[in-house]
């Protein structure tokens, strides 16, 4: 799929397990100028098309609780959207762990919609089945397993700029191989390998976003030709995906504690990319949870 011109008509399909977003990211796509339409039978959807204003911006929230659901009917929709003059129809799957979905079911106390009556883990497991072919075939795909109603807003934000206009966007972000690999990367870099500033008394309480930690990090001799050749294997590969239609793509570093040597590397490569007129974002996957936390791990 090409990025989307400003001239065709934009919409999109908003899907994805219950409990992992879909309601909120069509609340920001809604401030941003979407018109919104949750749950609206599958098949008054057609009638729909003809009949609203052709011209604004669409947002549509699908999940299994639609009357008549069926992923080959969303899926056979968007390819017969995607074939008519001057519209541009593009799927965003709210995807995340079950072991999340789980505790934010017991945290509300709700039932999960596809077992009323039994576990929710058991309804989370079907549904998630049931969602395999269209998190398949979603063009946008965002993981909010780990993100906050904010941070969830600025990666919706990104994906669906204001006005229909989308770039390739880049998300940089660090994590600790502690916690595991994040979900939904394109490309994973390991910095484990470096000098650990956690082993300076000094440096040990601050993290990667402060110069000193920086300036620590890139005394390792290996520092200058890794961050090099990490960077020239960006620049490769960014316009190709570009050129194939691809709307966003995730680079992670990773290091012990996600704290300072990963936090440092995705702070120098976003900037870089950013000068090279990338469209950048940049997350720290553990400094926000010990930011919600108020803890510190070593």
Same mark, same amino acid.
């Given at each position: 799929?090409?990025?989307?011109?400003?001239?065709?008509?934009?919409?999109?399909?908003?899907?994805?397990?219950?409990?992992?977003?879909?309601?909120?990211?069509?609340?920001?796509?809604?401030?941003?100028?979407?018109?919104?339409?949750?749950?609206?039978?599958?098949?008054?959807?057609?009638?729909?098309?003809?009949?609203?204003?052709?011209t604004?911006?669409?947002?549509?929230?699908?999940?299994?609780?639609?009357?008549?659901?069926?992923?080959?009917?969303?899926? $056979? @929709?968007? #390819?017969s959207?995607?074939s008519? *003059?001057g519209?541009v &129809?593009?799927?965003?799957f709210l !995807?995340?762990?079950?072991?999340?979905?789980?505790?934010?079911?017991?945290?509300?106390?709700?039932r999960?919609?596809?077992?009323?009556?039994?576990?929710?883990?058991?309804?989370?497991?079907?549904?998630?089945?049931l969602?395999?072919?269209l998190?398949?075939?979603?063009d946008?795909?965002?993981?909010?397993?780990?993100?906050?109603?904010?941070?969830?807003?600025?990666?919706?934000?990104?994906?669906?700029?204001?006005?229909?206009?989308?770039?390739l966007?880049?998300?940089?972000?660090?994590?600790?191989y502690?916690r595991?690999?994040?979900?939904?990367?394109?490309?994973?870099y390991?910095?484990?390998?470096?000098?650990?500033?956690?082993?300076?008394?000094?440096?040990? $309480? @601050?993290? #990667?976003?402060?110069a000193?930690? *920086?300036?620590?990090? &890139?005394?390792d001799?290996?520092? !200058?030709?890794?961050?090099?050749?990490v960077?020239d294997?960006?620049?490769?590969?960014?316009?190709?995906?570009?050129?194939?239609?691809?709307?966003?793509?995730?680079?992670?570093?990773?290091?012990?504690?996600?704290?300072?040597?990963?936090?440092?590397?995705?702070e120098?490569?976003?900037?870089?990319?950013?000068e090279?007129?990338?469209?950048?974002?940049?997350?720290?996957?553990?400094?926000s949870?010990?930011?919600?936390?108020?803890?510190?791990?070593?």
């Open positions: 799929m090409t990025a989307p011109d400003p001239t065709l008509r934009r919409i999109v399909f908003v899907t994805g397990p219950s409990g992992a977003g879909r309601s909120s990211a069509l609340n920001v796509l809604e401030d941003a100028g979407f018109e919104v339409i949750d749950n609206l039978p599958m098949r008054l959807l057609p009638m729909l098309f003809d009949e609203t204003d052709q604004r911006p669409m947002a549509l929230g699908i999940d299994a609780r639609n009357r008549d659901f069926a992923t080959n009917r969303v899926i $056979d @929709l968007l #390819g959207l995607s008519r *003059a519209v &129809a593009e799927l965003l !995807d995340c762990s079950t072991d999340v979905l789980l505790r934010r079911f017991s945290e509300t106390r709700r999960h919609p596809m077992a009323p009556a039994d576990r929710p883990a058991d309804g989370i497991q079907a549904e998630q089945d969602l395999t072919p998190r398949a075939r979603a946008v795909l965002i993981d909010t397993s780990d993100l906050n109603v904010h941070e969830l807003r600025a990666e919706v934000e990104h994906w669906f700029a204001p006005g229909g206009k989308r770039r966007t880049v998300t940089v972000q660090s994590f600790s502690k595991g690999l994040p979900r939904s990367v394109d490309m994973v390991d910095c484990r390998f470096l000098k650990n500033p956690y082993w300076e008394p000094a440096l040990r $309480d @601050l993290n #990667g976003t402060d000193r930690v *920086a300036a620590h990090v &890139a005394t001799p290996r520092y !200058d030709d890794f961050a090099q050749k960077f294997l960006s620049l490769l590969i960014l316009p190709a995906c570009r050129e194939e239609g691809k709307s966003h793509f995730s680079i992670a570093f990773g290091c012990t504690g996600g704290q300072h040597r990963s936090v440092a590397l995705a120098s490569h976003a900037l870089r990319l950013a090279e007129g990338w469209q950048v974002s940049i997350r720290h996957r553990e400094l949870a010990r930011q919600r936390t108020g803890t510190q791990e070593t």
